[in-house]
């Protein structure tokens, strides 16, 4: 992963963004030494923001599994019956 100073940001962003988006490379811009924030390509940061919209979907149905908050087949088919037609 690439690092990159604030300031560097500030005087050469038309350059990093665009080795950004060649390479799709992770950016971290660091501030008084310190990590501060990612640079990711757009289309990289909307791929994982749909697998963590995915992910928590799957935690969800998981705690309901835990939780007992299941229907049976049976029970399903009825409650989505006026979808299914």
Do not use: C
Not at 23 to 43: F, M, N, W
Not at 55 to 80: C, D, H, N, P, Q
């Amino acid at each position: 992963m690439k690092t990159e100073l604030v300031t560097t940001l500030k005087r050469q962003a038309t350059k990093i963004l665009a080795d950004l988006h060649i390479t799709k490379e992770p950016v971290l811009i660091t501030e008084h030494g310190q990590p501060s924030a990612y640079l990711v390509d757009v289309d990289d940061y909307e791929l994982m923001q749909n697998r963590m919209h995915i992910l928590e979907g799957i935690a969800r149905g998981e705690s309901a599994v835990f939780e007992g908050r299941v229907y049976s087949e049976t029970e399903a088919e009825k409650k989505l019956s006026k979808w299914l037609k």
